[in-house]
C-alpha cells in the first residue's frame, strides 16, 4: 500500500519529465531528409552547432557560480554573528531577511534595470549574480545559521583560547565543521538563482543571456518543440547533478528563523 | 541565551551591504515613481496619490486579489496534506530515502519558464501522455476557453512544481524527531493518528511554518508560469495579482505600475510581519 502510493507519486512527478525527454529525440518541425514525428538526435545537434545557445549555457554556469560564491562568503559571517550573539536590532535584519525573501521579483524589475543601467551592470551574467543575492542571501543565512547553531559554543572557544583569530577559525575549524550545511546552502541557493526568471530577462535584454532567455528567444511563429525540449533538459542536467551531491544533507536543516 | 555584543555588526554588515543595494534602493525608488506620470524618465510629474487612489477604485484589482488569495488558499489545502502525507510514507533507510527525495527535487530545479511548456506538451490532445489519456478516456480538457479547466491544469502544475519543497521539508523535521519520542508513544499504546497528532505534528511546526511562508507567498505573486499557460484568460479567469502588474510594466505604464508594486509590497511586508508574530508566538509556548 505504500509502496504502491509512493509509485502513484514517483509517476506523477516523473511524467511530464518523460514527456520531455521524448519531445526532445523528436523531429517536430519538416527538415528535408527528416519526417515530423521520427526519432532523431537532430534538436541536440542543432544545439551544438549554434553558438548562441551554447554561450547560453557557459552563461548560465558563470552566473550561477559567480551568484552561490558572493551569498556564501557574506551569509557565512552574518550566520555566525546572527547564530552566536545578540546585537542592537538582531531581529530586524531577521524581519529584513524575510521581507527580501518574499518580495515578488516583477514588483522591482524596473528600478534594478534603471540602477544597473547606471552602474553599468547590464547584459552581463554578473548582474544576474548580484541581484539574485536578494532571495538567496536570506536562504543561505537560515540554512547556515541552523547549522552553525547546532555546534556547541565549546567548539569556538576552545579554537579562541588556541589564539585563532575570527578570519582563520572560520577558514579552518567552522568551515569544515559545517560542510554539509554548506552543501545544502549552495544546493539551494543554485536552484533559486537557476529557475528565476524575470530578473534575467530584464538584466540581459541584448547580451549574456542565460540559457532560460535563450529558450525563450526559440518561441516563435513556427516554434521547434523539440529543440525547446532538448534544451530544457540540457538546463536539467548540472542541477541533477547537484541533487546527487546533497541528496543527503537536503533533508536536514532548513529552518525559519525570526 | 547568546551574550551581546553590537562587534556582531561587523559581521552583518557585507551581506546588509548586498541587500540594501539590490533591495532598499530599488524598494525605495519604485516608491518615489509612484508619485509621478512617466513619460520618459527625465520627463516627469507629480501626481501625488491619484495612482492609489484610481487603483483602489478599479473593480479589476480586487478581482485578482480575491482570484490570488482563492488560488493560494487552493494551493495551501492541496499541498499541505499532500506535502506532509508523502514525507510520512518516505523510507527511512539512506538508500531509497535519498533516491525519493531525489525524485521529489527534480522539478524544483526546472526554469520556471519551462514549466507551463513541459506542462502544455504532456496535456497536448494529439501528442502529450495526459492529453491522449484523457481523450481516450472520453473526457475532453479545453484548458483554453474553459475556466475550470484552466485553473485545474494551473493547479496540478503549480503542485507538481511545488509539492516536493512541502514533502522534503516534513521528511527534514520527521528525520529529527529522536527515537525515544516513538517508543515512548509505543509503550503509552498510542495509535498511528495520536502519534501523528501528538509526537511527530508539534515537532514538524517549524519546518511546516517555513514551507507555508514561501508557498503563501509564491503562489500569491505566481506570475510566470500562469501567464504560460494561458496568458490570464479564458476571459480574465486567471488574471492573479502579479499578472496585472506585468502586463502595465510591459506596456510602460511606469507610474501606476509604480503605485501597483507599493500595493503589493505592502501585502507581503504585512503577511510577513503576522508570521514573524505567529512563529515567535509558536516558540515562546513550547
Redesign the interface.
Known amino acids: 500500500m505504500?509502496a504502491l502510493?509512493?509509485v502513484a507519486?514517483?509517476a506523477?512527478?516523473?511524467?511530464?519529465?518523460?514527456?520531455?525527454l521524448m519531445?526532445s529525440f523528436t523531429v517536430t518541425l519538416p527538415h528535408p531528409g527528416e519526417m515530423v514525428g521520427s526519432l532523431s538526435l537532430r534538436n541536440y545537434r542543432a544545439i551544438a552547432g549554434d553558438p548562441a545557445l551554447t554561450a547560453s549555457l557557459a552563461n548560465s554556469l558563470i552566473y550561477v557560480s559567480a551568484n552561490v560564491a558572493?551569498t556564501l562568503?557574506?551569509?557565512l559571517?552574518?550566520a555566525?554573528?546572527?547564530?552566536?550573539?545578540?546585537?542592537?536590532?538582531?531581529r530586524h535584519?531577521l524581519?529584513?531577511?524575510?521581507?527580501?525573501?518574499?518580495?515578488?521579483p516583477?514588483?522591482?524589475?524596473?528600478?534594478?534595470f534603471?540602477?544597473f543601467a547606471q552602474v553599468g551592470l547590464l547584459n552581463t551574467p554578473f548582474a544576474i549574480a548580484?541581484?539574485h543575492?536578494?532571495f538567496n542571501?536570506p536562504i543561505a543565512?537560515?540554512i547556515l545559521e541552523s547549522f552553525i547553531s547546532a555546534i556547541p559554543r565549546d567548539f569556538d572557544e576552545n579554537a579562541f583560547l588556541d589564539g585563532y583569530s575570527l578570519p582563520r577559525f572560520f577558514l579552518r575549524h567552522l568551515v569544515p565543521m559545517i560542510a554539509p550545511g554548506i552543501g545544502v546552502a549552495a544546493f539551494f541557493c543554485f536552484?533559486f538563482s537557476?529557475?528565476?526568471?524575470?530578473f534575467a530577462r530584464i538584466l540581459t535584454s541584448t547580451g549574456g543571456k542565460p540559457?532560460?532567455m535563450a529558450?525563450?528567444g526559440l518561441f516563435g511563429f513556427r516554434t521547434d518543440?523539440g529543440l525547446?525540449?532538448a534544451m530544457?533538459v540540457l538546463?536539467?542536467v548540472p542541477?541533477?547533478l547537484?541533487?546527487?551531491f546533497v541528496?543527503?544533507h537536503?533533508?536536514?536543516?532548513?529552518?525559519?528563523r525570526? | 541565551m547568546p551574550p551581546p555584543d553590537n562587534r556582531a555588526w561587523i559581521l552583518v554588515l557585507p551581506a546588509l551591504a548586498v541587500l540594501v543595494f539590490v533591495g532598499l534602493i530599488p524598494l525605495i525608488s519604485v516608491i518615489n515613481y509612484s508619485f509621478f506620470d512617466i513619460f520618459t524618465l527625465k520627463d516627469r510629474f507629480w501626481v501625488g496619490t491619484e495612482w492609489y487612489a484610481d487603483l483602489l477604485r478599479d473593480p479589476a484589482l480586487w478581482a485578482a486579489l480575491g482570484r490570488s488569495a482563492l488560488f493560494t488558499a487552493l494551493v495551501v489545502f492541496i499541498q499541505f496534506p499532500l506535502g506532509v502525507g508523502i514525507a510520512l510514507l518516505l523510507p527511512r533507510n539512506a538508500l531509497w530515502g535519498s533516491v525519493c527525495v531525489m525524485v521529489l527535487a527534480m522539478p524544483l530545479v526546472v526554469p520556471w519558464n519551462m514549466i507551463p511548456g513541459i506542462w502544455l506538451g504532456f496535456v497536448d490532445v494529439e501528442t502529450g501522455l495526459a492529453g491522449r489519456a484523457m481523450a481516450a478516456l472520453g473526457i475532453g480538457f479545453d484548458y483554453k476557453f474553459n475556466a475550470w479547466h484552466s485553473w485545474a491544469l494551473i493547479l496540478a502544475m503549480d503542485t507538481w512544481h511545488w509539492v516536493g519543497l512541502v514533502a522534503i521539508l516534513s521528511y527534514s523535521g520527521l528525520s529529527a524527531i529522536p527515537g525515544a519520542y516513538y517508543q515512548a508513544a509505543a509503550i503509552d499504546g498510542a495509535g498511528r493518528v495520536q502519534i501523528f497528532r501528538h509526537v511527530e505534528l508539534p515537532r514538524l511546526t517549524g519546518v511546516l511554518m517555513m514551507a507555508l511562508v514561501l508557498r503563501v507567498m509564491d503562489s500569491l505573486m505566481i506570475y510566470t508560469e500562469a501567464f504560460g499557460i494561458n496568458a490570464g484568460g479564458p476571459d480574465g479567469a486567471t488574471t492573479f495579482l502579479a499578472l496585472d502588474l506585468g502586463e502595465e510594466i510591459a506596456a510602460f505604464n511606469y507610474g501606476p505600475a509604480a503605485a501597483r508594486s507599493v500595493l503589493y509590497v505592502l501585502l507581503v511586508l504585512t503577511l510577513a510581519w503576522a508570521f514573524t508574530l505567529v512563529l515567535r508566538g509558536l516558540r515562546e509556548r513550547s
Open positions: 505504500r502510493t509512493l507519486v514517483a506523477f512527478i516523473l511524467a511530464p519529465f518523460a514527456q520531455m519531445l558572493l562568503a557574506v551569509s559571517p552574518a555566525y554573528a546572527l547564530s552566536r550573539y545578540r546585537f542592537v536590532g538582531d535584519v524581519l529584513m531577511l524575510l521581507a527580501f525573501r518574499i518580495m515578488p516583477v514588483v522591482l524589475s524596473l528600478p534594478v534603471l540602477l548580484l541581484v543575492c536578494l542571501i543565512i537560515w536552484v537557476w529557475v528565476e526568471v524575470v540559457i532560460t529558450i525563450d518543440v525547446v525540449m530544457t538546463s536539467l542541477a541533477l547537484l541533487i546527487g541528496r543527503r537536503i533533508a536536514k536543516g532548513f529552518r525559519l525570526v
